[in-house]
Structures are given as C-alpha cells and as structure tokens.
C-alpha cells in the first residue's frame, strides 16, 4: 500500500469550513495495524487538521484505526499542533457514543498513552465528530482506536515470562500466515492434569481481549505448576490483525461463526484439530475466547454464554465458570449484567467458538467481552487490561483445582 497522498482540497461538509489541503504533512497507513479511509490533511491556521473514518476494509462493519501522521520526507520538523477528528463514528459497529472513546496516540520514538475526552461536534444534518487535539513536539504521530497488540506484544509476554510459554505453530491462517499456539505444558496421552483453551482477536481489530489474554497468561506464568494446563492462541485471525482489519462479521466468513462441522475458515479447522489434540492430553475443563463489545460500551466487564438447553449436562457449566470470574473482577471492572446469553441476531447463525466448545468438544464455553477505552468512567490502560486479565486467571485456577478436588474426594 501507498502512503496517502493528500494533496485534494477539502471537500466542505456539512459545517466544516473549507480549508487549504497540507502539503507537508502526509497519512499512512502502511504501518502495522494501518487503518484510515476517506484522509484529508489540511491546514487551519497553525493547526494541521486531519479527518478520517476507520475502514470496513471490505466487511459490513468497521470500528478500528491505526495510521501515522507524519512528514512526507524524514528528519521533517516537529508537527506541532494536530487535531484529529474522527468522522462518521456513528458508522462504526456500537459508536453511538463518542464521548466515551479514548483513542491512543504516540508521536515518534515514543511509547502510546491515552487522549482525553474528545471535543463532539454535531453538524446541522445531525451526523456527529469527535476531534482530539494533540501537541506534537516529534516529525510523527501514531493515532489508534486503543493499544494495538500483535506479535510483538506475544514475543515480549514470552520473553517476560522466563519462557513459562512455548510457542509453537499449529497451520498457517488463510493467508499462509503462521497460527500459533502457547502453552505450558503438552499434557501426556490420557493424561488428567485440569486443561483449558483460551483464544482472543477472532475479531481482529478487538485488541483489548488480547491486552486480558495477556494478563491472564502472566498470572498462570506467575502460579507455575499450581496453574492449569493451558493451550491459548492469542492471535487466531492473524491475517485481519496485520491487515488492520476490524474483522466482526467481515468476509469470506467470520472467524467467530465459521466453528461448523465442515469449519468454514482454514484458521477454525487447524484450532479444532488442536483442541482435539489438546482433549486427549489433559482433563479438559472449559474454553474461553476473549473479546471487546461495542465501540463506546463503557459498562464494565462481560461473559457470554450460549442457552444451553438441551445440551449435555457439562456445558450448563459454562455460567458457573463466568460468575466465578465476575465475582473475581467485582464492581471496579464487572457489568453490573456479567453473565449474559450470546444467542443476539448475527449475519451468520453457524457455530461460534463457545458452540463448538459445547457441542463438538462436550465442555463448557465462555466468551469475555472487555470494553477499549472506559470502564465505569476509569480510563483503561493496559496495566489495567492486565489486572482483569490476572483477575479472571485466578478464578478459573481456583475452580479448576476444586473441581479436581472433588473429583478426588469421589475416588
Ligand atoms: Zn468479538
């Protein structure tokens, strides 16, 4: 992809005033993650001002952002002052409430933090903006929707970790991109040690599921040999993370609804055969799949569970492995609504992970859903994430050692 040449004039909408283009400030978005469309960069005063509305990239929905403001050429002077204005939020999949958004920036060199609240516009029509101002002392500006996570992000966890993690690789996705797999132990043929498979970013661009997976996997690093056995892929549609796809309900086949019997994605029939690996090495217990709701959902922690009715007796487990990590989070990071029923209306009423947890793998499923930028008006940062990642890790370790207890109380 080509970096964005801006050089148009603006095109007046609604109340935006027309203003000159900048011709010395460009838009990318072949950086990682890179997503923008519909750029203009233009000057009003000494305030360069760039809009832009995150890219469906070919699906249904759009929600994530990722781009760089920068000099067209290198060794280019600081920025200085940038307004970001995001158009069309309501476009986005639950961005009925910009106020609640809280992208991420980074100028160059430097590490991400926060924006604040943005300034809402609402033109005559009725459509609505939020604008952030930035001052910018660097030559370049990353701007986010939140944190990105990829496999940097999985790289330094590992590392961290004292290589708690092995990291292996189970297929390549759809693109012929590696699909990898962590864990901290292989189990043995028939073996009874307590089992759990996790997985986030079946939505590709849902980075804060990812920023939990990582808390979860640091706290079972931290518990050694008194965590479970656990298998977790962190990246499952690695094609949409590095494309910046957002990546719900997006074509060929969401990830998430393509979990059938035959699995209608490539990267859902190489995580069955790992699950089923993954089943006859260990006591399997549950599965759970981390991810983020709605753009502007700012009510705390989630947990959605199927209707398990006519379903084996096991999977009615699945709220009760909900509730104990609700419980774990308490008020500062659950909804006051945490366990809640995943049978909403879809574009594709095929199986999801937790079904196939269910019904194909017999065990109970559990999707967490982690709001990108506010809980109960606390600004998330990825510390934060990690904490509700830790929180739920030390739930399911509990129950999973009881659970094990019982079932050596019955012997
Ligand atoms: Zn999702």
Redesign the pocket.
Known sequence: MNPLPIFILAIALGATPLLAADPDVIVRTDIPFGNAANVRVQKDGAVTEVRFTPDPHGGPECLWFCFRVCRPHSNGSALGQVRLVLECPETMLGGGRPADFRPVFRPADGDWERTGAPDLIELPDGRRQAAWVLNVAKASLDFAFAFPYGRDEVDRLVKQTGRYWRVDTLGVSQGGRPLLRLSNDYGVAKGDRPGLYLMAR??SG?VS?SWVLDGVLRRFAELGDAAPLVWAVPLANIDGVEQGDYG?DNFPYDL?RAWGNPPMRHETLVLQQDMRRWSRRCRPLAGF?F???GASDADGVFAFVHNSEGLPEVTKQAPLWAGVAGESLGSEFASAKFVRSGDYNSRWNTPRFTGFCQEGMKIPGV?F?TPYGVIHKTVMTREKYQEVGRRIADALAARAKSMMNKKADKK
Request: glycine letters at 8%; aromatic letters at 0%; zero cysteines.
């Open positions: 079946q939505h849902e599921g719900k998430n799949d991810h983020a709701p999707s859903e």
